[in-house]
């Protein structure tokens, strides 16, 4: 393995690194500028403005460096702290301060352990996020057969429903027994249709979810990935809540995601939305495993296609951000209608649960399982 470039390691380090003032990370909220490396020493501009207090100040610049050294830099860093015009970003007025999370007091940063630290689930290979940019695109409905599309491979799979305020699992995976959870306080997963499955909506019920704050959902979302007896796993598939707002940024953060998968309509709004995605990943560093085109057209009885919400948008959009287009899913009553019956429509033998198959094979093919 070649030197490792420690310019290289100030994105990810800094991304682990929750600025309070913009509730973003450190990284995204474009405070890490000049990064250079001279005389063998890394140096970098942490731009602050009026709004961060000199504690945040220290904070911030602490948890980077100590990230770096995590991280493996072991040659001098140097920050420097620079006071910048807050920025007027879109134009409207600074944002509040995010409220503090717990475990994450004092600004957030925790450079050890913190909760935006990312920790691998022992036994788990590969974690794959299933993200919409809005919601009714048909996340879940991917996301389920996906799931279930990997065991048919011979895998073994866990799938999570992180969609606190929609979740689905329940009804599409027709599970609906309360997991257990045992002396060790370790969640036990309800198996259905040889996935282990966990759902915010078999612990909680949704009415009382809608009146948590963010922070009270990440903790329990956390929880629910690092406390789940997973076991070996090939795959964990996990159902974000939809959008690109902090709440996904902050799941992301926490797991060690070896890929995303983005699902859109193929209508320019949906599209737009997936593009805010696959840039929120990229800067992320999640590798993009592909884009799913749902409800991508309506096949009519004669064997023609009507593209109700346009054509070729998913295509175009995978085309121009350099991933592939797994799937084109058509809009079927089969698929409401199998989503509903809590059979996933992978489970069938025609030419839609082909088409589902196709992406759990891809996703095999990206990410092997085999041992190495
Ligand atoms: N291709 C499709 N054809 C017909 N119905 C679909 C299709 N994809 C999703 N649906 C239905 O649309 C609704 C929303 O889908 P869902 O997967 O829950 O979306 P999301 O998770 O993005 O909110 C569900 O009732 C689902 O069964
Ligand atoms: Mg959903």
Not at 131 to 144: H, L, N
Request: hydrophobic share 40%.
């Amino acid at each position: 393995m070649g030197e490792i470039n420690p310019l290289d390691l100030l994105q990810p380090a800094a991304t682990r690194v929750r600025d309070p003032v913009s509730g973003r990370s450190v990284w995204l909220a474009q405070m890490v500028q000049r990064p250079r490396v001279e005389e063998g020493t890394l140096r970098f501009d942490l731009a602050f403005t009026s709004q961060h207090t000199k504690q945040d100040r220290s904070d911030i610049q602490a948890a980077v460096v100590a990230n770096l050294r995590e991280l493996g830099v072991t040659g001098d860093i140097q920050p420097f702290a620079r006071l910048v015009m807050p920025k007027g970003g879109t134009g409207g007025p600074p944002k509040p301060k995010a409220p503090p999370v717990k475990g994450m007091e004092g600004g957030g940063m925790q450079p050890h352990g913190g909760a935006i630290h990312k920790k691998t689930i022992p036994g788990v290979k590969h974690i794959v996020a299933v993200a919409s940019g809005k919601g009714g695109v048909g996340k879940s409905t991917i996301a389920s057969n996906l799931a279930v599309g990997l065991t048919q491979f011979g895998h073994k799979v866990g799938m999570m429903d992180a969609d606190v305020y929609g979740p689905s699992l329940p009804t599409m995976m027709n599970v609906h027994t309360r997991p257990v959870v045992n002396k060790e306080k370790r969640i036990q997963p309800v198996v259905a249709h040889g996935v282990k499955c966990i759902s915010i909506g078999l612990v909680v019920d949704p009415e009382e979810a809608i009146i948590w704050r963010g922070p009270m959902i990440m903790g329990l979302l956390r929880q629910f990935i690092q406390d789940t007896d997973w076991g070996e796993l090939d795959y964990l598939i996990v159902d974000l809540p939809p959008g690109t707002g902090d709440a996904q940024l902050s799941l992301i953060q926490a797991v060690p995601l070896a890929g995303a998968v983005i699902v859109t309509t193929p209508q320019d709004i949906a599209l737009a939305d997936a593009i805010r995605g696959i840039s929120m990943f990229r800067k992320l560093d999640v590798p993009l495993l592909g884009l799913v085109e749902n409800m991508a057209y309506y096949p009519l009885p004669d064997g023609t296609r009507d593209y109700v919400f346009g054509q070729d948008g998913g295509k175009r959009a995978a085309e121009k951000y350099a991933t592939e287009l797994l799937a084109e899913i058509p809009l079927q009553t089969a698929i409401r209608k199998a989503g509903d019956d809590g059979t996933p429509a992978v489970l069938g033998s025609d030419e839609l649960a082909h088409n589902f198959s196709h992406i759990a094979k891809r996703i095999t093919e990206k990410l092997p399982t085999a041992a190495e």
